[in-house]
Protein backbone atom coordinates (compact mmCIF):
# COMPACT_ATOMS: atom_id res chain seq x y z
CA UNK A 1 0.00 0.00 0.00
CA UNK A 2 0.87 3.26 -0.23
CA UNK A 3 1.89 4.04 -3.95
CA UNK A 4 0.70 7.27 -6.01
CA UNK A 5 0.64 7.76 -9.67
CA UNK A 6 -0.74 10.37 -12.15
CA UNK A 7 -3.14 9.84 -15.37
CA UNK A 8 -5.53 11.54 -17.52
CA UNK A 9 -8.85 12.06 -16.29
CA UNK A 10 -10.13 11.00 -19.64
CA UNK A 11 -9.13 7.50 -18.82
CA UNK A 12 -12.61 6.74 -17.60
CA UNK A 13 -15.64 6.25 -19.61
CA UNK A 14 -18.75 6.95 -18.06
CA UNK A 15 -20.99 4.08 -17.31
CA UNK A 16 -25.28 4.15 -15.69
CA UNK A 17 -25.61 3.73 -12.24
CA UNK A 18 -25.17 0.26 -11.23
CA UNK A 19 -22.30 -0.93 -13.47
CA UNK A 20 -19.61 -2.92 -12.61
CA UNK A 21 -16.86 -0.38 -13.38
CA UNK A 22 -12.99 -1.18 -14.93
CA UNK A 23 -10.16 -1.68 -13.86
CA UNK A 24 -8.48 1.35 -12.54
CA UNK A 25 -5.07 0.39 -10.99
CA UNK A 26 -2.81 -2.35 -10.62
CA UNK A 27 -3.49 -3.91 -7.45
CA UNK A 28 -2.21 -6.95 -5.66
CA UNK A 29 -4.48 -9.48 -3.63
CA UNK A 30 -3.12 -7.79 -0.04
CA UNK A 31 -3.54 -3.60 -1.67
CA UNK A 32 -6.24 -1.70 -2.79
CA UNK A 33 -7.07 1.87 -3.88
CA UNK A 34 -7.89 4.71 -1.04
CA UNK A 35 -8.00 8.20 -2.51
CA UNK A 36 -8.35 9.54 -6.17
CA UNK A 37 -8.22 13.16 -6.66
CA UNK A 38 -8.19 15.72 -9.42
CA UNK A 39 -5.12 18.37 -9.71
CA UNK A 40 -3.15 20.26 -12.49
CA UNK A 41 0.54 19.70 -13.20
CA UNK A 42 1.42 23.55 -12.56
CA UNK A 43 0.16 23.41 -9.26
CA UNK A 44 1.31 21.96 -5.46
CA UNK A 45 -0.18 19.22 -3.89
CA UNK A 46 -0.12 19.63 0.41
CA UNK A 47 -0.60 15.79 1.65
CA UNK A 48 -1.72 15.72 4.91
CA UNK A 49 -1.27 12.65 7.66
CA UNK A 50 -3.34 11.04 10.31
CA UNK A 51 -0.80 12.42 12.92
CA UNK A 52 -1.54 15.80 11.71
CA UNK A 53 1.40 16.92 9.70
CA UNK A 54 1.62 18.43 6.18
CA UNK A 55 4.05 17.62 3.57
CA UNK A 56 3.98 19.48 -0.35
CA UNK A 57 4.65 18.26 -3.96
CA UNK A 58 4.61 19.68 -7.20
CA UNK A 59 2.12 17.94 -9.31
CA UNK A 60 4.57 17.42 -12.69
CA UNK A 61 6.93 15.89 -10.12
CA UNK A 62 4.57 12.82 -9.59
CA UNK A 63 5.06 9.34 -11.89
CA UNK A 64 2.84 9.18 -14.67
CA UNK A 65 1.42 5.64 -15.44
CA UNK A 66 -1.35 4.36 -17.28
CA UNK A 67 -4.90 3.23 -15.97
CA UNK A 68 -3.72 -0.15 -14.74
CA UNK A 69 0.03 0.51 -13.75
CA UNK A 70 0.38 0.29 -9.77
CA UNK A 71 2.36 3.87 -9.72
CA UNK A 72 5.33 4.66 -6.80
CA UNK A 73 5.75 4.41 -3.33
CA UNK A 74 4.95 7.43 -1.55
CA UNK A 75 7.10 6.85 1.30
CA UNK A 76 9.77 7.49 -1.35
CA UNK A 77 8.40 10.84 -2.53
CA UNK A 78 7.01 12.11 1.14
CA UNK A 79 9.54 11.57 3.57
CA UNK A 80 7.12 10.94 6.02
CA UNK A 81 7.31 8.89 9.21
CA UNK A 82 6.68 4.85 8.30
CA UNK A 83 3.96 4.94 11.69
CA UNK A 84 2.14 8.17 9.91
CA UNK A 85 -0.92 7.35 7.20
CA UNK A 86 -1.36 10.08 4.53
CA UNK A 87 -5.26 10.79 5.15
CA UNK A 88 -6.00 14.11 2.92
CA UNK A 89 -4.25 16.24 0.09
CA UNK A 90 -5.09 19.94 -1.11
CA UNK A 91 -3.98 21.10 -4.20
CA UNK A 92 -3.15 24.85 -4.10
CA UNK A 93 -1.45 27.57 -7.31
CA UNK A 94 0.23 29.27 -4.26
CA UNK A 95 0.13 30.27 -0.72
CA UNK A 96 -1.90 33.04 0.24
CA UNK A 97 -3.39 35.18 2.94
CA UNK A 98 -6.51 35.10 1.86
CA UNK A 99 -7.55 31.48 1.86
CA UNK A 100 -7.49 29.64 4.86
CA UNK A 101 -6.91 25.31 5.29
CA UNK A 102 -9.85 23.79 7.33
CA UNK A 103 -9.36 20.34 8.68
CA UNK A 104 -11.32 17.84 10.60
CA UNK A 105 -10.73 14.94 12.68
CA UNK A 106 -11.87 11.82 12.98
CA UNK A 107 -13.50 12.25 16.89
CA UNK A 108 -15.37 15.65 15.97
CA UNK A 109 -12.47 18.19 16.09
CA UNK A 110 -12.12 21.53 13.40
CA UNK A 111 -9.58 23.49 13.12
CA UNK A 112 -8.67 26.39 10.45
CA UNK A 113 -5.26 27.91 9.62
CA UNK A 114 -4.21 30.33 7.23
CA UNK A 115 -3.19 29.04 4.22
CA UNK A 116 -0.09 31.30 4.02
CA UNK A 117 1.60 29.56 7.37
CA UNK A 118 2.19 26.23 5.35
CA UNK A 119 4.26 27.92 2.35
CA UNK A 120 7.66 26.68 4.07
CA UNK A 121 7.22 23.16 4.38
CA UNK A 122 10.75 21.49 5.37
CA UNK A 123 11.65 18.20 3.55
CA UNK A 124 10.59 16.80 6.92
CA UNK A 125 7.10 18.08 6.84
CA UNK A 126 5.52 20.28 9.50
CA UNK A 127 3.10 20.43 11.98
CA UNK A 128 -0.44 21.44 10.81
CA UNK A 129 -2.59 20.51 13.77
CA UNK A 130 -1.90 19.08 17.06
CA UNK A 131 -4.23 16.03 17.08
CA UNK A 132 -5.33 14.71 20.83
CA UNK A 133 -4.81 10.59 21.83
CA UNK A 134 -6.91 8.40 19.74
CA UNK A 135 -8.11 10.76 17.36
CA UNK A 136 -6.18 11.48 13.70
CA UNK A 137 -6.80 14.02 10.88
CA UNK A 138 -9.07 12.54 8.38
CA UNK A 139 -10.02 15.30 5.65
CA UNK A 140 -9.03 18.92 5.08
CA UNK A 141 -9.88 21.91 2.95
CA UNK A 142 -9.59 25.01 1.47
CA UNK A 143 -11.54 28.05 1.56
CA UNK A 144 -12.12 31.83 1.60
CA UNK A 145 -13.49 32.34 5.01
CA UNK A 146 -17.21 33.30 4.14
CA UNK A 147 -18.35 29.52 3.60
CA UNK A 148 -20.73 27.25 5.52
CA UNK A 149 -19.09 23.77 6.53
CA UNK A 150 -21.25 20.20 6.92
CA UNK A 151 -19.57 17.82 8.73
CA UNK A 152 -20.86 13.86 7.98
CA UNK A 153 -20.75 10.85 10.15
CA UNK A 154 -20.15 7.09 9.61
CA UNK A 155 -23.61 6.74 11.39
CA UNK A 156 -25.37 8.97 8.30
CA UNK A 157 -25.59 12.19 10.43
CA UNK A 158 -24.73 15.92 9.30
CA UNK A 159 -23.91 19.15 11.29
CA UNK A 160 -23.97 22.25 8.67
CA UNK A 161 -22.64 25.90 10.35
CA UNK A 162 -21.17 28.70 9.74
CA UNK A 163 -17.35 28.56 8.94
CA UNK A 164 -16.97 32.02 10.82
CA UNK A 165 -17.64 30.00 13.80
CA UNK A 166 -13.95 28.63 13.71
CA UNK A 167 -11.74 31.57 14.55
CA UNK A 168 -8.07 30.46 13.05
CA UNK A 169 -5.50 29.52 14.92
CA UNK A 170 -1.58 28.47 14.60
CA UNK A 171 -0.04 25.49 12.91
CA UNK A 172 0.25 24.04 16.45
CA UNK A 173 -2.84 24.34 17.89
CA UNK A 174 -5.98 21.32 18.60
CA UNK A 175 -8.64 23.39 17.31
CA UNK A 176 -12.15 22.81 18.49
CA UNK A 177 -15.57 20.68 18.69
CA UNK A 178 -17.03 20.74 15.38
CA UNK A 179 -19.62 17.90 16.06
CA UNK A 180 -20.67 16.05 19.34
CA UNK A 181 -20.79 12.26 18.11
CA UNK A 182 -22.81 9.40 19.40
CA UNK A 183 -21.54 6.05 20.48
CA UNK A 184 -19.43 4.38 17.91
CA UNK A 185 -19.51 7.08 15.35
CA UNK A 186 -16.64 8.98 13.41
CA UNK A 187 -16.27 11.42 11.18
CA UNK A 188 -15.72 10.73 7.61
CA UNK A 189 -15.54 13.76 6.05
CA UNK A 190 -16.22 17.24 5.99
CA UNK A 191 -17.26 19.88 2.75
CA UNK A 192 -17.66 23.43 2.15
CA UNK A 193 -20.90 24.85 0.94
CA UNK A 194 -20.95 26.39 -2.59
CA UNK A 195 -23.51 28.33 -4.47
CA UNK A 196 -25.27 26.05 -6.60
CA UNK A 197 -24.85 22.86 -5.55
CA UNK A 198 -26.27 19.54 -3.69
CA UNK A 199 -25.24 17.47 -1.00
CA UNK A 200 -23.65 13.60 -1.86
CA UNK A 201 -23.59 10.91 0.32
CA UNK A 202 -22.39 7.56 -0.61
CA UNK A 203 -22.26 4.55 1.73
CA UNK A 204 -19.48 1.43 1.92
CA UNK A 205 -22.18 -0.39 0.39
CA UNK A 206 -22.74 1.00 -3.14
CA UNK A 207 -25.72 3.25 -2.11
CA UNK A 208 -25.79 6.88 -2.47
CA UNK A 209 -27.96 10.37 -3.11
CA UNK A 210 -28.01 13.49 -3.57
CA UNK A 211 -29.82 15.94 -1.30
CA UNK A 212 -30.90 19.77 -1.34
CA UNK A 213 -28.48 21.75 0.44
CA UNK A 214 -31.27 23.84 2.42
CA UNK A 215 -32.56 21.11 3.95
CA UNK A 216 -29.70 21.04 5.83
CA UNK A 217 -30.69 23.97 8.38
CA UNK A 218 -27.24 25.84 9.45
CA UNK A 219 -26.93 25.51 13.56
CA UNK A 220 -23.84 26.50 16.31
CA UNK A 221 -20.80 24.24 15.50
CA UNK A 222 -20.43 21.22 18.25
CA UNK A 223 -24.23 19.74 17.89
CA UNK A 224 -25.37 16.27 17.14
CA UNK A 225 -26.42 16.77 13.60
CA UNK A 226 -29.68 15.60 12.03
CA UNK A 227 -29.50 12.59 9.56
CA UNK A 228 -28.52 13.07 6.20
CA UNK A 229 -28.75 9.17 4.78
CA UNK A 230 -30.46 5.94 6.80
CA UNK A 231 -27.29 3.71 7.38
CA UNK A 232 -28.16 -0.30 8.25
CA UNK A 233 -27.35 -3.73 7.35
CA UNK A 234 -28.38 -2.99 3.82
CA UNK A 235 -26.66 0.39 2.78
CA UNK A 236 -23.90 0.08 4.80
CA UNK A 237 -22.26 2.89 6.86
CA UNK A 238 -21.62 6.11 5.48
CA UNK A 239 -18.47 6.90 3.54
CA UNK A 240 -18.05 9.53 1.99
CA UNK A 241 -20.03 13.24 1.58
CA UNK A 242 -19.60 15.48 -1.04
CA UNK A 243 -20.86 19.16 -2.93
CA UNK A 244 -21.92 18.10 -6.12
CA UNK A 245 -23.56 19.83 -9.41
CA UNK A 246 -25.38 18.74 -12.37
CA UNK A 247 -22.11 19.09 -14.56
CA UNK A 248 -19.75 16.91 -12.31
CA UNK A 249 -19.30 13.65 -12.75
CA UNK A 250 -19.16 10.91 -10.03
CA UNK A 251 -15.99 7.95 -9.77
CA UNK A 252 -16.41 5.52 -7.11
CA UNK A 253 -13.70 3.29 -6.21
CA UNK A 254 -13.58 -0.05 -4.88
CA UNK A 255 -11.36 -1.63 -2.18
CA UNK A 256 -10.99 -5.05 -5.01
CA UNK A 257 -9.93 -1.86 -7.40
CA UNK A 258 -12.60 -1.67 -9.85
CA UNK A 259 -13.73 2.05 -11.26
CA UNK A 260 -17.08 3.03 -11.67
CA UNK A 261 -17.70 7.05 -13.34
CA UNK A 262 -21.03 8.27 -13.63
CA UNK A 263 -22.46 11.74 -14.50
CA UNK A 264 -24.28 13.80 -11.29
CA UNK A 265 -27.63 14.95 -13.21
CA UNK A 266 -28.25 10.97 -13.19
CA UNK A 267 -28.85 11.02 -9.94
CA UNK A 268 -32.32 12.93 -8.86
CA UNK A 269 -32.05 14.73 -5.58
CA UNK A 270 -33.95 12.85 -2.77
CA UNK A 271 -35.36 13.75 0.51
CA UNK A 272 -32.69 14.19 3.68
CA UNK A 273 -33.47 11.13 5.65
CA UNK A 274 -33.82 8.14 3.15
CA UNK A 275 -31.58 5.45 2.08
CA UNK A 276 -30.68 6.53 -1.46
CA UNK A 277 -30.26 4.32 -4.67
CA UNK A 278 -27.44 1.62 -5.42
CA UNK A 279 -24.50 3.28 -7.39
CA UNK A 280 -22.71 0.22 -8.56
CA UNK A 281 -23.39 -3.52 -8.01
CA UNK A 282 -20.44 -4.52 -6.01
CA UNK A 283 -19.36 -8.36 -5.92
CA UNK A 284 -19.32 -10.20 -2.99
CA UNK A 285 -16.50 -8.61 -0.40
CA UNK A 286 -15.93 -6.15 -1.99
CA UNK A 287 -16.51 -2.64 -0.58
CA UNK A 288 -16.67 1.25 -2.03
CA UNK A 289 -13.30 2.25 -0.98
CA UNK A 290 -13.42 5.91 -1.73
CA UNK A 291 -15.10 8.57 -3.48
CA UNK A 292 -13.89 11.22 -6.07
CA UNK A 293 -15.74 13.95 -7.59
CA UNK A 294 -14.43 14.48 -11.11
CA UNK A 295 -14.33 17.26 -13.57
CA UNK A 296 -16.14 17.14 -17.00
CA UNK A 297 -13.58 17.04 -19.92
CA UNK A 298 -15.20 20.31 -21.32
CA UNK A 299 -13.92 22.22 -18.45
CA UNK A 300 -10.94 24.29 -17.39
CA UNK A 301 -8.95 22.44 -15.14
CA UNK A 302 -7.75 25.57 -13.19
CA UNK A 303 -11.02 27.03 -12.74
CA UNK A 304 -11.87 23.89 -11.00
CA UNK A 305 -9.23 23.88 -8.91
CA UNK A 306 -10.31 27.44 -8.32
CA UNK A 307 -13.10 26.61 -7.21
CA UNK A 308 -12.69 23.48 -5.05
CA UNK A 309 -8.93 22.91 -4.39
CA UNK A 310 -9.58 19.93 -2.06
CA UNK A 311 -10.04 16.51 -3.40
Known amino acids: SGFIKRFPVSG ?41 KCYWKKVHELPEGGRATRGRSLQNLVEKEKDEKITAFVTVKDFTDDKSVVMATKQGTIKKTALSAYSNVRKGGINAINIAKGDELIEVKLTDGNNDLVIGTKKGLAIRFKESDVREMGRTATGVRGIRLGKNDEVIGIIVVRNN ?3 LVVTDKGYGKRS ?27 ISIKEVTDNDELVLITSSGMVIRQAIK ?14 INL ?19 DEIIDEEPTL
Request: no cysteine.
Open 283 to 301: KEGDSIADVARVISEDDDI
Open 12 to 52: YRKQARGGRGVAGAGTKDEDFIEHMFIASTHHYIMFFTDQG
Open 266 to 279: KLRVMGRATQGVRL
Open 212 to 238: DIDDYRITKRGGKGIITVKTGEKTGNL
Open 197 to 199: TSL
